[in-house]
C-alpha cells in the first residue's frame, strides 16, 4: 500500500489507535499525521487517543494535537485511518470511523481481519510503526516521524526482544536511530523507566503471584480497590504481564486487574510455546502469538481456572 495513493483526494482525516494506547498505537498515530501534513500541508490529519502514560505524552513528538473524548467540529472524515487495532476497540473515535467516506486500517494484530475498505495488516510484522513505514516515502521522514515510529518499535519488541522482531525491523530501527540521537534516553523513559506509584503495583503483583502447572504457568492480579489503595490509575500496569513471564521455568504469565467499571481485563504473554491469542480470542479478545489481551465480567478465579486449562491443553498438545 502507498499510504499518499490511498488519500489522495482527502482533506479532512481522521486517525485513531486502540483503547489505553501504547508506545505503538500513539507512535504509529502521531507518525501518520504528521507524515500526511507533510505531505499535503493543506489536508487536516486529526489523531484521536485516550489519555497517554506521562513517558509517551513527552516523547511522542506532537502530542499536544492530540484529541481526546473523540472531540472534533468534523462531523464526516473524507478519509479514518485505524491503526494497532481492528474496529471495536477505538474508544470515542469508533463514530468517528463509522461516519468516514472511506477507512484504512494498518495493523499486526493476527486477531485483525481487516476493518478497512483498505487494509494493511501483516502479522509477521514487529510493530504497526514498522507496517506503516512500509507505506510510506522514506523521503518525507523527518525527526519528528522517526521519532515516533522509534518509539512504537522499542515498546512493542519489548527493546528488540520479542520474537517478531526481524532483520528489518533491526535495519529500520538503525535508519531511524540516525534522526533520534538520544535514543538512550528514549528507550528507557518509553520503556524501562517506572513511577514510584507503577514501581509499587508492580511489586505487589509479583509478591502475590502464584505458579501453577508444575511451573509453567504464573499469574497475577490486582483489584479495582487495591489499584485505589495504590492511587494507580490505568496506565500504571504497562508491563506486568511481561515482568511475570521473566520467571524462570514458565511458559506463560497471565496478569488479571480490576477496572472502574467492574470489569476485568486480562494481559498474556507466552515464552513461545503458548499461543496467547488463541486463548484470548476464544475468549472474546484478541491480540498475537506471544501477547494478547482480552476483557471480562465475573469471577476472575473461575477465569484463571479457565485459562489454566487452555494453557495446559496446549501443552499437552505439542
Ligand atoms: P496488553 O497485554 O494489553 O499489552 O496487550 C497485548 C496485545 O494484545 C496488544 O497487542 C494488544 O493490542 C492486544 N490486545 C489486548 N486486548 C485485546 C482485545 N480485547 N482484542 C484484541 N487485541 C487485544
Ligand atoms: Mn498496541
Ligand atoms: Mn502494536
Not at 88 to 93: M, Q, T, V
Not at 124 to 127: I, K, Q, Y
Given at each position: 500500500m502507498n499510504l499518499l495513493d490511498e488519500i489522495a483526494g482527502a482533506k479532512t482525516i481522521g486517525i485513531a489507535g486502540h483503547e489505553r494506547p501504547d508506545g505503538d498505537c500513539i507512535g504509529s498515530c502521531m507518525a501518520c499525521a504528521l507524515y500526511i501534513e507533510k505531505a499535503f500541508p493543506d489536508v487536516r490529519a486529526d489523531v484521536f487517543a485516550q489519555e497517554l502514560p506521562g513517558s509517551l505524552l513527552k516523547n511522542i513528538?506532537?502530542?499536544?494535537k492530540i484529541r481526546y473524548n473523540?472531540?472534533?467540529?468534523?462531523?464526516?472524515?473524507?478519509c479514518f485511518i485505524v491503526l494497532d487495532t481492528g474496529a471495536?476497540?477505538?474508544?470515542?473515535?469508533e463514530k468517528h470511523f463509522e461516519s468516514a467516506l472511506k477507512t484504512i486500517n494498518i495493523d499486526h494484530h493476527v486477531s485483525n481481519p481487516g476493518a478497512g475498505d483498505v487494509n494493511c495488516i501483516d502479522p509477521?510484522?514487529?510493530?504497526t510503526c514498522e507496517v506503516l513505514y512500509r507505506t510510506m516515502d522514506p523521503s518525507l521522514i523527518d525527526e519528528k516521524i522517526a521519532r515516533c515510529l522509534y518509539i512504537g518499535i522499542v515498546t512493542d519488541t519489548g527493546v528488540f526482544r520479542y520474537n517478531t522482531t526481524s532483520a528489518a525491523t533491526m535495519e529500520l530501527a538503525g535508519k531511524l536511530m540516525g534522526y533520534c540521537k538520544d535514543f538512550p534516553d528514549i528507550v528507557k523513559e518509553v520503556f524501562y523507566a517506572k513511577t514510584p506509584v507503577q514501581q509499587k503495583v508492580m511489586g505487589y503483583v509479583l509478591y502475590n503471584s502464584v505458579l501453577s502447572l508444575e511451573g509453567r504457568l504464573i499469574t497475577g492480579m490486582i483489584t479495582y480497590d487495591e489499584l485505589q489503595r495504590l492511587h494507580a490509575?490505568?496506565?500504571?500496569?504497562?508491563g506486568i504481564s511481561s515482568q511475570l513471564m521473566l520467571t524462570e521455568g514458565t511458559e506463560a504469565a497471565v496478569f488479571i486487574h480490576g477496572s472502574q467499571n467492574g470489569e476485568f481485563r486480562v494481559s498474556m504473554r507466552s515464552?513461545?510455546?503458548?499461543d496467547c491469542a488463541a486463548i484470548t480470542g476464544k475468549l472474546g479478545g484478541g491480540g498475537h502469538a506471544g501477547a494478547a489481551g482480552m476483557t471480562f465480567t465475573g469471577d476472575p478465579l473461575d477465569m484463571i481456572k479457565t485459562i489454566e486449562q487452555m494453557v495446559k491443553d496446549q501443552l499437552d498438545a505439542v
Open positions: 513528538p506532537a502530542s499536544e473523540g472531540a472534533t467540529d468534523i462531523e464526516h472524515y473524507d471495536g476497540r477505538l474508544a470515542e473515535a509477521e510484522a514487529s510493530s490509575g490505568i496506565n500504571d500496569i504497562e515464552a513461545g510455546r503458548v
